[in-house]
């Protein structure tokens, strides 16, 4: 899937079915949380995986097996959530943008 | 001619004061005076109340250049002083207590500067038994000081066989004749040959550089080559044994929270950079860069072009990389791996993706002696002139185009040996934009001729009030604001409590007062700003100072203290005629947004936080401190010293 947009990839997911994958949340990952992944799911500098839908926005860092403190922000359909206990919906958007810092 | 002159033994560690109390201060409280011209040397104590006042390192040093200097010196004069000044933790045991500051007037803004350096070179100054070393005067010839901590002499001797060679062919001839132990901080040709933005290398190879306003053209222009230091003796705190504790609390801290900056050190924020549209593309023109993927530390790891780590003194985070260079007649050498900055500079400032090419660039802009940051600010502004017409190839010497590591290569070159476009560009980015004409000065990058780091104020916009009151020009360092912003360091150890919306203003000139404050306590203290990965406070802060030389500051006068140096050097700036119409961005930053990526649509609202910003520091709508700041901070005095009286009066 190197290179390309790919189909969404489960790691963290309930199921395969097609049925199942509608109520999926698709979720992208930037910047350095792409290492946290194979490289077979990287596609340039982005990571596309999906999560069931009911998934607390906080508990995205325990499914996806990132560390906590490693995370600035949730984007949720473009805006940025703060209140960790919401609750993603069906065909929500999410992007996990790392804390960044450079030198 | 050799020159020496014996300097008074040094104080035996542990040595009672004139006057003892209950918390002995344990500081060194010594200067050395060193006239270069005539080979003079004399040591001086420094008053108590003046360590008190200005810790060590940048603070120390504005001190006392400002109490041996007139701010209209020729910065490439003999008459204009360079200090070099270890910070008060410097060479203690204490994490991170490693850099250095020199201090002078700046070639490249005409401003009185600083600029700090890490590695081992700090701490060896603590040990020979200095607080600072003046350097006074110009060199007859070519030149290196040797400070000898052992045998308490500092003499300036001949270096006309090393006058012309690169950074780390001088400091391994400096070692191979002064042993192991000793410590090197040099210039390069660039430095030589009077590059507005040459630096000082020190550690060769083990790169550390006080990198920004041209220091190395400070000392190329007092004929002097190099700093050598040998002998002398560690710092140890004597008092109870509290230090340790500290240092292992804060160890499992730093091991919880830098683990990734352990592994691929500053070099691997870039990939993350780019995602929230903070790293500089294309001379600040670009929003998206998928090369970023290719040149960021992770890949130059995946690459197999990353051959290990390496520290600054008594440091665990071992940010520092080697890499093999493989490309060019180095192909197959080690060198220092390119930092974030770095790699922003002859990376995705020039749109190039070739890491093989970051890498040789950043190895040839260290032996030459330059400053990574401002020369890539060059070449990117010199590729862009040429993409516009600006300059042709007749006069560039060859094409200049996006993306052609060659070029990046070619024009260091240039730069340092002043040929052709390269003498031009060799005055910085303001200079070069005033030859160059009208149309050139749109897409020149700097504050206050100090070309602006990667890090882009519209993406994280506390950085704009940051960049635009930074005493010495485009710095992110004197604020590191963005390190709040995304969530790097808790704002709430300073007593902020607000979030902040990456694109917003709201409590953003608070922000870069607070940071900007305790920013400034780092450089007089020598600590690496890296240390807010674990999160300290300035209370945390005073406790280390206590343990380990006996000074007694509550966090809060730590911060005043930080807060008295920023002011002092903004009442230098205003001496120099600076006012609010110089506490600005360039056109590129405040008008254009970028066209794409994370920051895209944003420009920063920085009459807004300009305002509020001179409101909460106490200064007036022109940027003046006013009087009532001033007597707050103790800096009365300085009105007069700097000729600024009647300015201030009549507000």
């Given at each position: 899937m190197k290179g390309t947009a790919g189909p969404a990839t489960h790691v963290a997911g309930t199921g395969n079915g097609s049925a199942q994958r509608a109520k999926d949340v698709q979720v992208e990952l930037m910047g350095h949380l792409i290492y946290y992944f194979p490289e077979s799911m990287r596609s340039g500098a982005r990571v596309r995986t999906t999560v069931p839908s009911g998934t607390a926005v906080g508990h995205l860092s325990d499914l996806l097996k990132i560390p906590p403190q490693e995370i600035q922000v949730f984007l949720v359909n473009g805006l940025s959530v703060r209140e960790l206990s919401t609750v993603l919906q069906p065909r929500d958007q999410v992007v996990i943008l790392p804390v960044i810092s450079g030198g | 001619m050799t020159y020496a002159a014996k300097t008074p033994d040094v104080v035996p560690e542990g040595a009672p004061e004139k006057t003892p109390d209950k918390t002995p201060d344990r500081t060194l409280g010594r200067v050395l005076t060193v006239d270069v011209t005539t080979g003079s040397v004399a040591v001086q104590d420094l008053d108590r109340s003046v360590v008190r006042q200005c810790l060590g390192g940048?603070?120390?040093?504005?001190?006392?250049?400002?109490?041996?200097?007139?701010?209209e010196v020729d910065p490439e004069s003999a008459a204009n002083s360079l200090i070099v000044a270890p910070g008060l933790l410097t060479g203690y045991p204490v994490m991170t207590g490693t850099r250095a500051s020199f201090v002078a007037k700046s070639p490249l803004t005409g401003l009185l500067s600083e600029s700090t350096v890490g590695g081992f070179f700090g701490p060896r100054l603590k040990a020979t038994g200095y607080d600072a070393v003046i350097i006074k005067g110009s060199c007859q010839a070519s030149s290196y000081l040797l400070i000898d901590g052992d045998a308490g002499t500092a003499e300036v001797r001949r270096a006309a066989s090393l006058w012309g060679e690169d950074t780390y062919a001088t400091d391994r001839v400096l070692r191979d004749e002064h042993g192991r132990d000793a410590e090197v901080a040099c210039i390069g040709p660039a430095g030589e040959n009077g590059v507005h933005f040459a630096c000082v290398i020190a550690g060769g190879v083990d790169s550390r550089a006080a990198g920004r306003t041209g220091m190395g053209a400070v000392m190329g222009s007092k004929n002097l080559k190099a700093i050598v230091l040998?002998?002398?003796?560690?710092?140890?705190?004597?008092?109870?044994?509290?230090?340790g504790p500290m240092m292992r609390d804060l160890m499992s801290r730093v091991n919880e929270k830098a683990q990734a900056f352990m592994q691929y050190g500053?070099?691997?924020?870039?990939?993350?950079?780019?995602?929230?549209?903070?790293?500089?593309?294309?001379?600040?023109?670009?929003?998206?860069?998928?090369?970023?993927?290719?040149?960021?530390?992770?890949?130059?790891?995946?690459?197999?072009?990353?051959?290990?780590?390496?520290?600054c003194w008594g440091c665990p985070l071992h940010c520092g990389k080697h890499v093999k260079l493989d490309i060019g007649d180095r192909a197959g050498q080690r060198s220092h791996g390119p930092e974030y900055e770095t790699i922003g500079a002859f990376g995705s400032m020039c749109l190039n993706d070739d890491p093989s090419y970051v890498a040789a660039a950043n190895d040839l802009a260290n032996r030459l002696g330059l400053d990574t940051i401002s020369s890539g600010s060059a070449i990117a502004f010199a590729m862009e002139a040429y993409e516009r017409g600006v300059i042709d190839e007749s006069m560039s010497g060859r094409p200049l185009r996006w993306g052609d590591g060659e070029a990046v290569l070619y024009l260091?070159?240039?730069?340092?040996?002043?040929?052709?476009?390269?003498?031009?560009?060799s005055k910085g980015a303001?200079?070069?934009?005033e030859t160059l004409g009208p149309l050139a000065k749109e897409f020149a990058v700097h504050v206050k001729g100090l070309e602006i780091p990667f890090h882009d104020p519209r993406a994280f916009t506390s950085m704009a009030v940051n960049y635009a009151?930074?005493?010495?020009?485009?710095?992110?360092?004197?604020?590191?604001?963005?390190?709040?912003?995304?969530?790097?360091?808790?704002?709430?150890?300073?007593?902020?409590?607000?979030?902040?919306?990456?694109?917003?203003?709201?409590?953003?000139?608070?922000?870069?007062?607070?940071?900007?404050?305790?920013?400034?306590?780092?450089?007089?203290?020598?600590?690496?700003?890296?240390?807010?990965?674990?999160?300290?406070?300035?209370?945390?802060i005073a406790g280390w100072i206590k343990a380990a030389c006996g000074l007694d500051f509550t966090g809060q006068e730590l911060l005043d203290s930080g807060e008295r140096e920023f002011n002092l050097r903004r009442l230098c700036n205003v001496a120099l005629g600076m006012t609010r119409k110089d506490d600005t961005l360039p056109p590129r930053l405040l008008s254009q947004p970028r066209p794409s990526g994370r920051a895209a649509g944003v420009v920063p609202f920085l009459g807004k936080m300009l305002d509020e910003y001179y409101r909460l520091r106490g200064w007036d709508a022109e940027g003046l401190p006013t009087l009532t700041t001033l007597e707050r901070l103790g800096l009365l005095e300085y009105l007069e010293k700097l000729g600024i009286r009647r300015r201030v009066l009549r507000k």
């Open positions: - | 940048s603070y120390l040093g504005t001190y006392l250049w400002l109490e041996g200097s007139r701010l040998k002998g002398g003796k560690y710092r140890r705190p004597d008092g109870p044994k509290v230090l500053t070099a691997g924020g870039v990939i993350s950079c780019e995602a929230s549209g903070d790293l500089s593309i294309q001379n600040w023109r670009g929003g998206s860069f998928e090369g970023a993927a290719r040149i960021t530390g992770q890949a130059m790891w995946d690459k197999g072009m990353v051959t290990g780590h390496y520290s260091l070159n240039e730069i340092a040996y002043q040929r052709g476009l390269g003498a031009i560009l303001r200079s070069a934009a009151t930074a005493a010495r020009g485009g710095c992110h360092l004197e604020g590191l604001t963005y390190f709040v912003e995304t969530g790097t360091y808790a704002g709430s150890n300073l007593g902020l409590t607000t979030d902040y919306e990456p694109s917003g203003s709201e409590g953003k000139a608070e922000l870069a007062m607070k940071m900007q404050d305790f920013m400034a306590v780092f450089n007089a203290l020598g600590l690496c700003k890296f240390l807010l990965r674990a999160q300290v406070t300035p209370d945390e």
